[in-house]
Structures are given as C-alpha cells and as structure tokens.
C-alpha cells in the first residue's frame, strides 16, 4: 500500500493568514493527489483533484500544487469557514489511503 | 445533482455481518464515467478507504479488511452495498459511500454520502 504523510498533525492560525499543508507519498503517485476538507459531523468535501485542479465551487483562495511524491495544499487568506480537518488522499492504485489528518485550529 | 444516502442497522452484534446500502439518486450507477465506494471513519480518528466497485463489476478492496469486505452493485435498483464480516468493536464508525470520479476513479470522491453510523456491539 502507498501510505501518505500529512504535517503537520495540527495547525493553529488567524483569520487572513496564509497555511500550507504538506503530503507525502510513499511511492511516486505522479499528479494523482486529492483534498478534502471535513468539519465535525459532516462528510469530507472534495476541494483539489489531480494535485492542483480546483474542484468547482471551491473558493479560489484554495490551491494545489505537486506532482510525484512531494504535495502541498495552500489557502491564501483564512476565512472563519476554513477553519476544519484536511485530509490528502492519492488515487494512484488501490487502496486510495488517505493521509492522517490536519486540524486547522483558530489561534 | 446527484445524491447518495446510506442506509443500514445502526447496531450490530460481534461477530455477525454489516450490511449497508447506498442508493442514487439523480443519476445513473451505470454510468461508466464512474466508480461507487465506500470509506469509514472510526470515532475520533481519520478517514480509511475499503472498497470501491465499477459498474461493470469489478471491485477493488483495501487489503487490511479484504477477506471479510464484499462490494457490490445492483443496476436495476441504482444501489450499490457493503457487506463486512466477523465485525468487532474496531469495526465501529461512520461509513460514507461515495462517487468517485476521473481515469479509475482517480480525481477523488467528489459526491459523499451523509454517513451512517455503525456500532458493533452486543
């Protein structure tokens, strides 16, 4: 199985700032990298496919970026809404894991 | 816009099957563009991905719960199913199916159920 590495585990930050997630696979996974964002009691909402394609109807303070094994997710200016748990998830071959989890907590 | 819902018992014995149900709506299980699976959340923990199924029938599974997972698809009904065996207190969470979309199903799951949740439980 390819497993997915997420830091960090938790991030605290302010409404306006700039936060980068990273994700790493353990395998080269070319662009085949999904995002999620899930809030508490909700299904996961996809926000990012193939690595840096903004999924429609996602704010576009939300972006991708990587490609192999190396991936980050950036959002450019906080909102109350964004603040949630982000999960990475490479669809590279079966099983599609998923990375650990970040909470993204207001400071 | 296309929907899934789960359904299944909420309560299931040690030892016994799982058994939950997604249904489609507004739209099409036979559409081949597509691929219909499951993932579950274990309470406070993160998402771990079990199976997912083509149309066509071919059904992919994570190894850690292959031997006791089975996935299906019912074309005439536009459900697909979950069946998971010999199930323990580990197995307690919140099931989601959900569609995924791209090559293989390779941009992710871009429509999510609600979620059910299973207790396993005597």
């Known amino acids: 199985d390819i497993q997915m590495t997420q830091s960090p585990s938790s991030v605290s930050a302010s409404v306006g700032d700039r936060v980068t997630i990273t994700c790493r696979a353990s395998q080269d996974i070319s662009t085949s990298l999904a995002w999620y964002q899930q809030k508490p009691g909700k299904a996961p909402n996809l926000l990012i496919y193939a690595a840096s394609s903004l999924q429609s109807g996602v704010p576009s303070r939300f972006s991708g970026s990587g490609s192999g094994a190396d991936f980050t997710l950036t959002i450019s200016s906080l909102q109350p809404e964004d603040f949630a748990t982000y999960y990475c998830q490479q669809a590279s071959s079966f099983p599609y894991t998923f990375g650990q989890g970040t909470k993204l907590e207001i400071e | 816009q296309v929907q899934l819902q789960e359904s299944g018992p909420g309560l299931v014995k040690p030892s016994e099957t799982l058994s939950l149900t997604c249904t489609v709506s507004d739209g099409s299980i036979s559409d081949s563009s597509y691929y219909w699976g499951w993932t579950r959340q274990a309470p406070g923990r993160g998402l771990e991905w079990i199976s997912c199924?083509?149309?066509?029938?071919?059904?992919y599974y994570n190894p850690s719960l292959k031997s006791r997972v089975t996935i299906s698809v019912d074309t005439s009904k536009n459900q697909f199913a979950l069946r998971l065996s010999s199930v323990t207190s580990a197995d307690t969470a919140v099931y989601y199916c959900?569609?995924?979309w791209g090559f293989g199903g390779s941009y992710g799951v871009d429509v999510w159920g609600q979620g059910t949740t299973v207790t396993v439980s005597s």
């Open positions: 959900g569609r995924h």
């Open positions: 199924i083509h149309y066509s029938g071919v059904p």
